[in-house]
C-alpha cells in the first residue's frame, strides 16, 4: 500500500526559504514519479515540481523555476522540496502525490496523472 506523508509547512516572510518533506511507503524508487502540487484558496490544485525517480529527470512549473528545488534520500524515502526566495503568492496548501511511471523521457506533471495522494502542509508567506 502507498502512503505519502507531507510536512514542514509554516509560515515565513517574504524571500524567506522552507523545506518540506514527502515521506513515502509502498513506493519502489525505481518505479515512480513523485509530484509537488499546491492549491491555494479559490484555485485548482496545480502541478510545482515532480521527479521521476527512475531517471532522475525533473519538472518545474514555470512560476517556480530557478527558486525551487526537488530531490530524493532514497534511502530515507523521503522527497524534499526545497523553496527559496519564497513570495505571498507561493501561499497554498502543499501536497505531495505518487505514480507509477510509464513513459520513458516524460515526467507526470497533472493533478490527473497521480494515483496516490498525502495529506497537506500549509505554507504561508507573509509579505
Known amino acids: 500500500e502507498v502512503q505519502l506523508q507531507a510536512s514542514g509547512g509554516g509560515l515565513v516572510q517574504a524571500g524567506g526559504s522552507l523545506r518540506l518533506s514527502c515521506e513515502t511507503s509502498?513506493?519502489?524508487?525505481?518505479?515512480?514519479?513523485i509530484g509537488w502540487f499546491r492549491q491555494a484558496p479559490g484555485k485548482e490544485r496545480e502541478g510545482v515540481s515532480c521527479?521521476?525517480?527512475?531517471?532522475?529527470?525533473?519538472y518545474y512549473a514555470d512560476s517556480v523555476k530557478g527558486r525551487f528545488t526537488i530531490s530524493g534520500d532514497y534511502a530515507k524515502n523521503t522527497i524534499y522540496l526545497q523553496m527559496n526566495s519564497l513570495k505571498p503568492e507561493d501561499t497554498a496548501v502543499y501536497y505531495c502525490?505518487?505514480?507509477?511511471?510509464?513513459?520513458?523521457?516524460?515526467?507526470?506533471?497533472?493533478?490527473?496523472?497521480?494515483?496516490?495522494w498525502g495529506q497537506g502542509t500549509l505554507v504561508t508567506v507573509s509579505s
Open positions: 521527479i521521476d525517480t527512475s531517471d532522475g529527470n525533473t
Open positions: 509502498g513506493v519502489t524508487f525505481d518505479d515512480y514519479a
Open positions: 502525490a505518487a505514480t507509477e511511471t510509464a513513459v520513458i523521457g516524460y515526467v507526470p506533471r497533472e493533478t490527473g496523472e497521480y494515483d496516490y
